[in-house]
């Protein structure tokens, strides 16, 4: 395996979260649609890659990424344009002979596609509502074999975020509100399935549009960080491929240090302590690992960890963002407490927005509690480290 630090992770760089795609499936195998519900560098990304790459015999795969999707036919546009370019969909002789001699009702409506004689192509000259485009191809869609199509759309909150910012909120309940209505569509969901996922919260940012209603009907898929088991199986085939050893005691004493075992803080602690060994050393000791520790928060790795605060500055504006920024200044003194928080907020006229505030850190892997909200503290020692150097000082 190796040590790929940034990307998603594939074949046989991917560490298999068989548990977690066995849910994602059973979901899908109950017709459900479902929303991956984990903190950033979790591995999400990874899973869907992972389905991607799958040749399920019920099911075609496509992923999308949307973050940096404006506006809602956009949106639909990208999704309508990634399936009739699919392979599934080529490879489907049933539904290329459905469209060359139009012989789906749904297909007969489209103005958006045409038959080129070997596959599909988009009319990018013809005036089209991508919405109807892209509710009449599902509703035709029939794949060979009566496999499904499952649509993994990756930061969908993002997508969400920016038509709030570039039309409105009332433009991206409308959004929500169509997304929905295809989901629930029996003539649709019989076909196709949608997997949701982002690097913020999805529940939180329809939550601050009031319109959680219109996605109730997408469960979370919890994503959790890997066990330790699963964390140290990650490290030994890393270290088998990077031709290295580690004996049992110091592995676990690099796990105790990262702590929060998701795949980048571990996969970034390795990529440091074999950075500081001499060529002819072979086996990883403790002292390599405390050291690494230092490293790993040098300002070369800030592109790393840059992403935790520009994000913030993205998501939150004036009073929210210096909100924001005060609690996580003051996690890193050990914690902030539950009174500690009112008290900010109230400092920056928050008082009655603030836990919206402090949902959206826990779910986006800054902070958590483990006493049912009576303290906060850093998810990550690593993070929190970096926070500390780089942020508050």
């Not at 996605?215 to 990650?234: E, R, T």
């Not at 935790?308 to 996690?331: E, H, M, P, V, W």
């Amino acid at each position: 395996m190796k040590n790929i630090i940034g990307p998603p992770a594939r074949g046989e760089n991917f560490l298999n979260r068989e548990k977690e795609i066995k849910k994602i499936l059973k979901a899908i195998d109950e017709g459900v649609n479902v929303q991956l519900a984990a903190p950033r560098r979790v591995g999400k990304t990874s899973i869907l890659m992972s389905l991607l790459d799958m040749e399920h015999p019920d099911y075609c795969f496509l992923y999308l990424d949307t973050e940096a999707i404006m506006t809602s036919e956009n949106f639909f546009k990208k999704i309508y344009s990634e399936i009739i370019k699919s392979k599934c969909i080529l490879a489907s002789t049933k539904l290329v002979e459905q469209f060359k001699n139009l012989k789906n009702d749904f297909f007969k409506r489209m103005k958006g596609i045409s038959f080129n004689g070997t596959g599909l192509e988009l009319n990018e000259g013809e005036e089209v509502n991508y919405y109807q485009e892209l509710t009449n191809l599902l509703k035709g869609v029939e794949l060979d074999e009566g496999k499904k199509i499952v649509l993994m759309i990756d930061e969908f909150p993002y997508t969400i975020t920016n038509i709030v910012e570039k039309t409105g909120k009332e433009e991206a309940v409308k959004f929500l509100s169509e997304n929905r209505t295809l989901r629930i569509d029996p003539s649709i969901n019989k076909k196709v399935n949608f997997i949701y996922t982002g690097s913020i919260g999805l529940n939180t940012t329809v939550a601050n549009l009031n319109a959680t209603a219109l996605i109730n009907d997408v469960p979370p898929v919890k994503i959790p960080p890997l066990s330790n088991k699963q964390a140290k199986q990650m490290v030994k085939e890393i270290l088998i491929y990077e031709e290295k050893e580690i004996s049992e005691d110091c592995l676990d004493y690099l796990l105790k240090k990262v702590e929060w075992l998701i795949p980048f803080y571990i996969k970034l602690a390795i990529k440091e302590v074999i950075d500081l060994m001499d060529d002819d050393l072979n086996e990883i000791n403790e002292d390599l690992v405390d050291r690494s520790f230092v490293e790993i928060i040098d300002y070369r790795n800030n592109n790393y960890f840059e992403h935790y605060f520009s994000r913030l500055r993205t998501y939150f504006k004036g009073d929210q963002f210096d909100f924001t920024i005060n609690i996580l200044n003051n996690a890193t003194d050990n914690g902030v407490s539950r009174s500690e928080i009112f008290n900010i907020s109230t400092n920056h006229g928050l008082q009655n927005g603030y836990k919206n505030i402090i949902q959206t850190l826990v779910y986006d892997g800054y902070i958590f509690s483990d006493d049912l909200g009576q303290n906060y503290k850093f998810c990550s020692p690593i993070l929190k480290l970096w926070w500390l150097v780089h942020v508050k000082n």
